[in-house]
């Protein structure tokens, strides 16, 4: 046994809990981790878990992948942040469960309602400590993450002043299905549906850019039946396009590539479907009322999917579970830095 071996200390155990969030918010999130430090609870925040000089993107694959439950600070910068969307997807590609404390009330809440769902997730707002920090606490407990502090009890008073225990939650566990990819990629508010009449005559993409929470001025969620109507997508970089579309009747359309979008390449800016000079010059609203679900994936290189119709007769393909297996497993094999996710959905009424 040599000298030195009496110096060695045993590793510290990976952190339990990784803490998502937008730089904006890091006070806030900041007093956060004061109080979960407090808790004795192991956690990984940038600032403090990676040393200078390291390899940033490596270091945060690390910190998900060797954690139990990655901790969403949800606000309107951490919703449009592209490094929040990245944590994200790699708690998504790892199976790792999402714990949304909601810090500020949200201008788009359709882009965490998945995660808000049932008892998934902890209102912080500006409660006191004693509101939210035991529910924290018993979340992380569900899913074994250890703490050696008990939190001070506290009760929740309710609008008619009664007092109650405050409502167990549970981390969410993102579903291996469309809805759960459609989940994801609720974290962003890059495609939206637009009227005909509110198209550009070329479809040429636009290299524009809508400020951080500025609303898109030719959106609209409510489309009758026989409406006429193209879509809008506005890419940070230069890709390739995937785009995935779900009715009220359950049937899940690939509409790029398709005959109105047959290219998959898309340019940094705003891009218009359908392409100009497609086959088809507009999307028509038909079938039942209800949501349409639009997902757009855009990824550096394209994906290996044949799914253009031989046919241009047929304007898109109808796809099944086998096709939705196969993206998800191309999707889980990619770098979460190569590929992005955007979602959004419009009503169809009579």
Known sequence: MSADSHDLQPAAPPPEVFISYASRDYDKVQRIAEQLAALGVNFWLDRQAIDGGANFALAIARGIKQSRVVMLMCSDAA??????????????????PYLPLLLEAVSFPEQVEYFLEGFQWIEVLDRPTTEWLPRVQRALTAVGVTSSAPAQSATVIDRQSALIDAAPVRPAQSRADLTGLRALASFNDRVWPVAAARLPPDRQPRPTFRGLGAPQDDVQHGYELGSRLGLAIQA????????????????????????FAPDTHIHKGVNYLPQAGARYELFHVSGEPGREQLLAIITDEPLALDWLPPDPHTPARVLNTQDIELLLTQLRQLAPASWSAFATYFDVVR
């Open 236 to 259: 940070e970089r230069a890709g390739h396009l995937l785009l995935i579309d779900e009715g009220p009747e359950e049937i899940i359309y690939c509409l790029c590539p398709s005959w």
């Open 79 to 96: 919703l449009r942040s592209r490094n929040v969307n990245q944590e994200i997807l790699l708690a998504w590609k790892y199976a790792r």
